[in-house]
């Protein structure tokens, strides 16, 4: 598998990826609740990512990366391995620009994220669940079709999409004196990053994690990126690790890392879906999640909180 | 229990509502989805009323007749009878001016019920779940407070309040064909018609309705009110009757009313949760059912639709 250089994205490339991606993506509604500021002591704003093309802010990368090809690189197509909203939201941003698009997901994967990813037009490809076997075959598919590869979080380009998020927020939210998003691979804390460390570097950043998938926390304890293996945690997008790209961003302009027990992460989420009536996944829950257990971070502090997705099986609630 | 005078709201009515209840309710967004308007053949306009203050669009009407009583009426407080979300708005708005609310419902009411009006700091009452009792603890509660009686639907006030979410909708969206909005005592729908007929008398008005409880349409079609003895149907918000007030709107500027079953109505709210990431009640889906069930009325039209409530016990989900 090739990897992306160490290319760290700029300011300009967020304002690039925010222009070329502008057609393909919601401006997304912030929301806010009464009972929740309450609760908290704070004054929260829900970027509600949820509500974005495809159930997830990765259309805003996946974009990005998509409409910024050559016409000669984007007719031989764009790969990933994902079997979450990264490949969902590469095949929506492939099939917006009529180019193809192969996701590699285990034959383990949940039948409706193979459903989501062929509704947009991709091809699906199966893999063992074993990383050898995913690296094989996704090599296979590249050697065939020549793709592109767009990872999931390590590349500049993904980075610079998930960016345009909170610039979006800055615009509609004033004087905010925090952000908080959750970290899985650090895609959007590292977009985040890249934006506010720019253009509004008053903000501190925090980034939520759940204690048992708690890699990012002990990376940045520690120094270095320390990698779990195979960590289980109901916020299922969480699980991914830290790579080069996303460990710089943490690394330099992250406040701190807080973390949620995986009963804290399933009240918050019920929490959300009851009093701000939206449909949101187990990983966007983890923020709120933390804000509640360390009151004492947050009081009185105007805070965004980014509510990364709302793909859900709602078949299967955490609570049922 | 005191009958309210026939008195019709007028356009200046609801513009006066506007101003007052402005800041006390949230101007609701409208969402849309691709994929919806892929199924439906229609261009679908989601006025997202489940994210309205307390949950519901009860809150503008609600709002309106709190803040338009007098401070001398005012001090005595208002009083209800309501088990759904007229009873919590009512509490909300009542809450927001700092005046008393008594909310008469049966003993057997959900218990989440009664601690959402208590968590607005009204006082419940309870009665038996008959109609004789609910008005004979009724008639106490005034004799003894005082309080201003507002209806959860025929009471010009609330029609009035409830015409600002088509108000704003005509402002949100430009050039719509119809809107469509789900129908119990009708109040959702005579605010729909007076700001509509007003403001923009070409836009067709629908109006949708379970099948279970279809005296709606059945008095739409007979031209006089039929009452239904306790129809039984998952869109719990819709079981009431059509009174005068309501009646003269709906027979007067109401385009059709359309039924949906059971079946087409979980499906349709399930729908919505998945695709749109937001929840809402059974009956906020009814619209959406019956527009699935006759896209020869709507293909090719521009079709706002109001999602009226938020208010579902997560607990028990429908398809669960």
């Given at each position: ?17 925010r ?31 949820n ?31 994902s ?58 598919v ?14 500049p ?20 004196d ?21 253009l509004?570097?008053g ?32 916020a ?63 009081a009185?502090k ?19």
């Open positions: 598998m090739k990897d992306q250089p160490m290319y760290i994205p700029t300011l300009d490339d967020m304002l690039a990826a222009q070329r991606i502008e057609p393909h993506v919601h401006r997304t509604p912030v929301l806010t609740s009464r009972m929740l500021n309450e609760l908290s002591g704070a004054e929260l704003f829900f970027k509600c990512e509500l974005q093309k495809a159930g997830a802010f990765k259309a805003r990368g996946a974009s990005n990366a998509v409409f910024g090809l050559s016409d000669e690189q984007a007719a031989k197509g764009v790969a990933t391995h079997s979450g909203n990264h490949g969902t939201c590469l095949a929506y941003a492939a099939g917006r620009r009529g180019v193809p698009c192969t996701v590699v997901m285990p034959h383990t994967a949940p039948q409706a994220k193979k459903d989501a990813v062929r509704g947009y037009g991709a091809r699906v490809v199966e893999s063992e669940p074993s990383t050898s076997s995913r690296e094989a075959v996704f090599a296979e590249v050697a065939e079709t020549g793709a592109e590869f767009v990872h999931p979080y390590n590349d380009r993904v980075i610079a999409g998930q960016g345009t998020c909170s610039a979006e927020l800055i615009e509609q939210v004033t004087d905010l925090a952000v908080i998003a959750p970290i899985g691979g650090g895609g959007m804390v590292s977009g985040t990053c890249l934006t506010l460390s720019n509004a570097p903000i501190k950043i925090y980034a939520a994690e759940p204690e048992q998938a708690d890699d990012a926390y002990r990376s940045f304890k520690a120094g270095h990126i320390i990698a779990d293996d195979a960590p289980q945690t109901i299922d997008g969480l699980k991914v690790p830290l790579k080069d790209l996303t460990w710089h961003f943490v690394s330099n302009h992250v406040t701190d890392i807080l973390t949620a027990s995986e009963e804290e992460i399933v009240d918050a989420m019920k929490l959300i879906w009851k009093r701000m009536k939206i449909v949101m996944e187990p990983s966007s829950a983890v923020p709120l999640a933390t804000i509640l257990k360390n009151p004492d971070v947050f009185g105007r805070v965004g909180v980014i509510i990364t997705g709302g793909n859900v099986d709602l078949d299967k609630l955490p609570w049922n």
